[in-house]
């Protein structure tokens, strides 16, 4: 549920959660939170806010058609919609990230948790990944995804943040990614070397012809005239 904490309440606050659409925003975190608390509690009451105000208003909420009518007996269409709002949740299509701009302690403390627990071999991550955002990066999500099912969070101390993501986000998804991204600056860098190499060449073309037009110039200055002989 969204709250006061971190400043992020309520979602119209759009420095906060950056939605073009608040109702569409609100929408979807509402679904999601019957989602967990049928699918988790079995029941529930109303206690969460509308998130699309500072007051309570639930007709209002009802309205723009950001709420289920019936909370305690979905229609076929809410059922769907409410039931299906956590699938990629559900299916862990996410991937678990470091935040960028975290204080570095946070993030190696993070990491030593991620790689203390079980399914998480940390005996490489040295090598593979040269710097603590990559290696947090990789952690985090390893760890998340192998315990997630049994209640993880990917958080670890506020260093950590859940990305949509397209693919399943597996270890050799991660080092294929991380090889690509290699060999594409390596790439990049050869382009860049051998582009620098034929500018030098062409000015050094330029140059020296520039020299052997400028010294057959001179030459032809040096030439005598020729006398007119009468006869």
């Keep these: 549920q969204s709250g006061p904490a971190f400043g992020k309440c309520p979602v119209t606050s759009d420095t906060a959660f950056g939605q073009d659409d608040d109702v569409e925003f ?15 509690h079995g029941w529930y009451f109303w206690n969460f806010k509308t998130e699309l105000g500072w007051r309570w208003n639930f007709l209002e909420l009802v309205r723009q058609g950001a709420f289920p009518k019936n909370v305690s007996n979905y229609h076929d269409s809410d059922s769907d919609d409410v039931f299906a709002a956590c699938e990629k949740e559900d299916r862990g299509e996410f991937l678990c990230a470091a935040k960028r701009g975290v204080h570095p302690d946070d993030l190696e403390r993070g990491v030593d948790y991620a790689c203390s627990g079980e399914h998480v071999d940390c005996s490489e991550i040295d090598t593979k990944f ?29 260093a950590a943040h859940l990305l949509s993501t397209t693919r399943v986000a597996s270890l050799e998804q991660q080092q294929r990614l991380h090889r690509n991204t290699e060999t594409a600056s390596s790439s990049a860098v050869t382009v860049i070397f051998w582009s620098f190499v034929g500018v030098v060449a062409g000015v050094v073309v330029v140059v020296v012809a520039g020299v052997r037009i400028m010294a057959r110039h001179k030459r032809r200055l040096e030439y005598s005239p020729l006398m007119s002989v009468n006869v």
């Design 130 to 158: 040269p710097t603590l955002e990559e290696r947090a990066d990789w952690a985090f999500n390893e760890f998340w995804h192998a315990h997630r099912h049994s209640g993880a969070t990917c958080d670890f101390g506020g």
């Design 26 to 40: 609100a929408r979807n975190l509402n679904l999601k939170k019957l989602n967990a608390f049928a699918l988790g």
